[in-house]
C-alpha cells in the first residue's frame, strides 16, 4: 500500500504560483511513476502533469505545458507541482496519484490516490 497526501492548495489571484506537495508514504513509494490530476466542479477528473519513478521521463497535459512543473524528491518521498501563470480555469481539486514504476496520463491505470487539495484561481 502506498498513502498519499497532498498540500500547498489555496486561494491566488491570476497570474500568481503556487506549489502543491504530494507526500508519499508505505511499500517502497520511491519505485513507483506518479501523477497529478485536477477535478473540476462539474467535470470530470483530468491529467495534469506525470513523473517516472526516476525522474526520468516527465509528461504534461497542453493546458499546463510551459506553465506547471512536476518534479520529485525520492530521498523525501515526495512529488512537487510548481504551477505559474494560473488562470481561472485551473481552479479545481488536485489530486496526486500513484502506481508502479511507469507514470502515464490515464487516470484509471493509477493504484494509488490521495485525498485532494483545493486550488482556487481568482480572476
Known amino acids: 500500500q502506498v498513502q498519499l497526501v497532498e498540500s500547498g492548495g489555496g486561494l491566488v489571484q491570476a497570474g500568481g504560483s503556487l506549489r502543491l506537495s504530494c507526500a508519499a508514504s508505505g511499500r517502497t513509494s520511491s519505485n513507483y511513476g506518479m501523477g497529478w490530476f485536477r477535478q473540476a466542479p462539474g467535470k470530470d477528473r483530468e491529467f495534469v502533469a506525470a513523473?517516472?519513478?526516476?525522474?526520468?521521463?516527465?509528461y504534461y497535459a497542453n493546458s499546463v505545458k510551459g506553465r506547471f512543473t512536476i518534479s520529485r524528491d525520492n530521498a523525501k518521498n515526495t512529488v512537487y507541482l510548481q504551477m505559474n501563470g494560473l488562470k481561472f480555469e485551473d481552479t479545481a481539486v488536485y489530486y496526486c496519484?500513484?502506481?508502479?514504476?511507469?507514470?502515464?496520463?490515464?487516470?484509471?491505470?493509477?493504484?494509488?490516490w490521495g485525498k485532494g487539495t483545493q486550488v482556487t484561481v481568482s480572476s
Open positions: 496519484a500513484a502506481r508502479k514504476f511507469i507514470a502515464t496520463m490515464r487516470a484509471e491505470e493509477y493504484d494509488y
Open positions: 513523473i517516472a519513478w526516476n525522474g526520468g521521463l516527465t
